[in-house]
């Protein structure tokens, strides 16, 4: 059974920073691209970043949402089987429910649709 768990959200001042970690289980967490996306109240859920699965190269390639570009960074630790979010100059327009989704496919996917498994979300709150 494939799980993924989100864990590090909570409340932050507006500039502060969060990272937030995906533990995936059940699945060949190499073989799968992982990505993060949010829901805000009232907002569609969004794409914010997302990184690629272990290819040839000895490293990955990412891609971050325009909204979140130069604040957040996606990694992924292989030997823990573990994606991360780490959120820098939070901004209260960041807040929202956090998931991290695994996706069976070879690019980087940016489409809720393309992802295969999905966590339960992690609430971050940002205050001005």
């Known amino acids: 059974q494939v799980q993924l768990v989100e864990s590090g959200g909570g409340l932050v001042q507006a500039g502060g920073s969060l990272r937030l970690s995906c533990a995936a289980s059940?699945?060949?967490?190499?073989?799968?691209?992982m990505g993060w996306f949010r829901q805000g109240p009232g907002k569609e859920r969004e794409f914010v970043a997302v990184i690629n699965r272990r290819g040839a190269s000895t490293t990955y390639s990412t891609y971050v949402a325009d909204s979140v570009k130069g604040r957040f960074t996606i990694s992924r630790d292989s030997a823990n089987n573990t994606v991360y979010l780490q959120m820098n100059s939070l901004k209260p327009d960041d807040t929202a429910v956090y998931y991290c989704a695994a996706g069976a496919g070879r690019t980087l996917l940016r489409g809720s649709r393309d992802y295969d498994y999905w966590g339960q979300g992690t609430q971050v709150t940002v205050s001005s």
């Open positions: 059940g699945l060949t967490f190499s073989s799968y691209v």
